[in-house]
């Protein structure tokens, strides 16, 4: 798994465009492969575009969750009168694949923003980092990240945090069905995590690295799967 820096990939993820997509002007579900770098934003958009352009007509789209632009994966797109759906497909389970940076942190959580505290990790072996997965699975009261969309009194909390602002994150109830470590090469640690709605991975990195009694980012981060819907049937965009 890849594990450059963000200045060192592409920037433009936002230069793509899609293959042909058969859409029934009544309603569709896609499933998108979001690339590196390119936000869901991005991804709505340009799907509108496309379907004014080859079906000549307007037609509402929607996602069922987001990706934060350094995650790659699976989203669902909902079209026309599936849009109806979106509410119970943001309810299913998510699973996820990546990589946790043990001995370091950073603001976001994840590589969006520069390591700002270094950690030993010398202490750390295989069998603590097993053990301490199994203790982050069931029913969980996680912090969402300063870095986040969550609200806090009208305003979202990235803005706060863009401003300098120490804002109070009330804790969610979240579930975490299965945390399986994949594979560890110090001081990288590759996990798959299956999870509920709301449960964020780069607030999973900031604990598991507290719980190991040091610290830890995400430096890799792709979705795999959201209920029964899964990536390798995803669109592939065309990038540019």
């Known amino acids: 798994m890849e594990l450059n820096r963000p200045e ?8 793509f ?3 042909p997509i058969p859409i029934d002007p009544e309603g569709a579900i896609l499933l998108i492969d979001k690339p590196y770098r390119c936000t869901s934003f991005d991804i709505v958009g340009k799907l509108k575009n496309y379907i004014k352009r080859e079906l000549k007509i307007k037609m509402k789209v929607g996602h069922a969750g987001t990706l934060d632009p350094l995650a790659t ?4 797109v909902c079209v026309g009168s599936c849009t109806k759906k979106i509410e119970s497909l943001m ?3 998510k699973e996820y694949t990546g990589t946790f940076r043990l001995g370091e942190t950073t603001s976001s959580y994840d590589m969006e923003k520069e390591v700002n505290e270094t950690f030993p990790v010398d202490h750390i072996t295989e069998q603590m980092i097993h053990e301490t997965a199994l203790r982050f699975t069931g029913e969980l009261d996680q912090i969402p990240p300063h870095f986040s ?3 806090i009194n009208g305003k979202r909390a990235y803005e706060l945090a863009r401003e300098g602002e120490e804002a109070v994150i009330q804790p969610k109830k979240i579930v975490i069905s299965t945390f399986e470590i994949t594979k560890i090469e110090m001081p990288d640690v590759e996990f798959r995590v299956v999870c509920s709605k709301g449960t964020y991975i780069r607030s999973l990195a ?3 690295g507290e719980a190991l009694q040091s610290g830890a980012h995400l430096t890799a981060l792709r979705r795999t799967k959201i209920g029964t819907y899964d990536v390798n049937n995803a669109i592939q965009v065309i990038l540019h």
Do not use: C, Q, Y
């Open 8 to 15: 060192n990939r592409d920037v433009h993820a936002t230069r």
């Open 17 to 19: 465009s899609f293959p």
């Open 73 to 76: 994966g699976l989203m669902i």
């Open 91 to 93: 309810g299913m389970e």
């Open 149 to 151: 969309a969550v609200k």
């Open 206 to 208: 900031r604990d598991f």
